[in-house]
């Protein structure tokens, strides 16, 4: 309300370029407007609208579309129509993970044209894992076709707390990443904003755009784990905290002074090794193979992530827990958890597995960097 | 966005009334603005400015304001000046608690004009407690002078999971309080809405406006209690989960199969009642004498209540958390929570106490009542 001061010219034009793009974007193609479409459905007068066309298209982002061919037929000449032009630019999602670099491109719309993933070892140092993101960036544009300088936005997702400005605060994932800059290192390989987000923040991100989330505003999604973490939408939003660590519930077994989830699922006394998969999943296998110990193991080890996601539910009463991070095992954790979250909660959570599985993250990044070139593009708030 | 639609006159008009009505709340009593100081902080034009103000005088929110003394000197006839008559109507906000009922009163600038309270036993049926609260509210408005019809809003703050409607859907604290339609049964005394919130909820809301916590946005409120329940701010706003649960964490240590809070608390290995706040009371004040049995009782209460705060905490990453509730024994909670949060946080979280103490939760209430009316006044978003 502060900022509203009467008849802003400026202000103005940019509120109606908006409205137009809008228009423009939420018309299903093939089905491209007319100035006189435009006109009716933004509620602006028919000159403003051409002004407004004419400039996006000066801009790159309209473009006259062909007449359609009845029409062409009916009429000696017909309207002029117009589009948005979603290849006027492109997208990169990518995922930093513990065991695996994985890319996504798309174009302005948001439409997957294309990916690249890269195995990556556990071990690997900050050096090394970012020279193996440049590797799987260059191979996905070259594949592409995709001159680098046509990026608009790219988005990165990795774990760890992630400040503002891009730099890991904490990641214990991935050797090396505590206090690096991510952002700005990354920044050196694109003329592009870049994005850095925590994973499990992206991939709420993610299932609430094209996952198992679309329908609710108020989500909450754990990436099982060793060290489990959340990503929570409020709203629709994301919901990062004050610091970046919202929704950190790997501590949360700490403060009971438990054992750490390398132990819950040792079968032998030992801990297992923190990054671990291959050895996680063959405890989940073993358990289903009847191994008791096994079983043992992975009831543990279930019952200590109940006990998070229903501390996560409580605080926060979502609509729905997704539930994704690793391909195996995680099916057995969706009837003890939806058993739990019904004796403790009023009105209990909806429980999913993820949909979107492990391309998760990488969308999740994608969806970010498209979310920051629509700002840009339909921002009337404030210029930045 | 997709509510713009380019020049909506009846929107224009009501845009320019709330810019107008703003810049006269802004200014700092006793200096009421003239039209050219309006025209100056809105940046509307005088002829608007002009109609905005008569229309607002027909409304009863806005009054000429006698001229300055000096000023009327100096010239022959000074320019007219104007003021928010924060008299136009009054407020109230009620807290509804297991022993007693509070009730504030305000003008339109939220400025406490009177109160009053009345004892209730704990175990008050509902309709014996509502009966209270209508004692309290004819008591304060005939005090008050205030005319019932005056009101403009009033707020009910009480414990409980309470539904958008006003029905309390779970509230084990109070007798017969489960299932009440609250808001229906209060409406039934005034004209004017009333607005049923949790009393955590409240709470945090009041020390975001006059408490410890003006300087946040995101807040943790704790109402400490034998079951304690918390109210959060995000980015300045309410956040009361999808199904108005958030923050109920009193069921937090059910999940570990641990005891209740009214066994931890015991000294003797009965339970406490589970109302009896006289009982606590004398639980905290014998540790501080020195009482072993009770001293270690309390150890374990704040244990746990650090346990349930700290799940919080890594959920939602507030800025602050502020611990309220019970008047006595509280501030031995201070210590080992911020211990205990800085050793799994990574920025923990600032903690401190209730600045309002008992009057929290009714002046939550009452801030309720006045956001509502403000969205009245000020609302340029979308008619309801």
Not at 27 to 31: E, G, L, Q, T, Y
């Given at each position: 309300m502060g900022r509203l001061t009467g008849g802003d010219p400026s202000l103005l034009r940019r509120i109606n370029s908006a409205v137009v793009l809008h228009a423009l974007r939420a018309?299903?193609?093939?089905?491209a407007p007319t100035l006189t479409d435009l006109t009716k459905a933004t509620g602006l007068s028919r000159p403003t609208v051409e002004g407004v066309v004419e400039g996006l298209m000066e801009a790159g982002l309209v473009v006259e579309a062909p007449a359609e061919e009845g029409e062409a037929r009916r009429q000696g000449r017909p309207a002029r129509r117009f589009r948005f032009r979603v290849e006027a630019g492109h997208l990169m999602g990518i995922e930093i993970g513990p065991h695996r670099i994985a890319a996504l491109m798309a174009d302005l719309g948001g439409r997957v044209t294309g990916s690249a993933s890269l195995e990556v070892p556990e071990t690997a140092s900050a050096d090394e894992r970012l020279g193996c993101v440049r590797v799987a960036v260059a191979d996905l544009l070259e594949r592409s076709g995709v001159p680098r300088s046509r990026l608009r936005a790219v988005g990165v997702a990795s774990p760890g707390i992630v400040e503002a400005d891009g730099t890991v605060r904490l990641g214990t994932a991935l050797p090396g990443w505590t206090g690096l800059p991510l952002g700005e290192r990354l920044q050196r390989s694109f003329r592009c904003p870049v994005l850095v987000e925590n994973d499990a923040n992206a991939a709420v991100v993610a299932e609430h755009w094209k996952g198992v989330a679309t329908g609710s505003d108020d989500v909450v999604f754990v990436l099982a784990g060793l060290s489990p973490g959340a990503g929570s939408l409020i709203g629709g939003r994301l919901h990062r905290g004050y610091g970046g660590?919202?929704?950190?519930?790997?501590?949360?077994?700490l403060l009971g002074r438990e054992a750490t989830p390398e132990e819950v699922l040792s079968t032998t006394g030992e801990p297992l090794h923190p990054l671990d998969e291959a050895q996680v999943a063959q405890v989940f296998a073993l358990a289903r193979e009847g191994d008791e110990r096994a079983a043992e193991a992975v009831g543990r080890f279930i019952r200590r992530l109940v006990h998070d996601v229903a501390a996560l539910v409580l605080a926060l009463d979502p609509e729905l827990v997704v539930v994704g991070g690793w391909a195996a095992g995680l099916d057995g954790v969706l009837e003890p958890l939806r058993a739990e979250l019904a004796r403790y909660c009023l009105r209990p959570p909806k429980v999913a597995l993820s949909l979107l599985g492990e391309a998760a993250v990488a969308t999740g990044a994608l969806r970010l960097a498209l979310d920051h070139v629509e700002e840009q593009l339909f921002a009337v708030d404030s210029p930045h």
């Open positions: 018309a299903a193609p093939p089905a660590a919202a929704g950190e519930i790997g501590a949360l077994h």
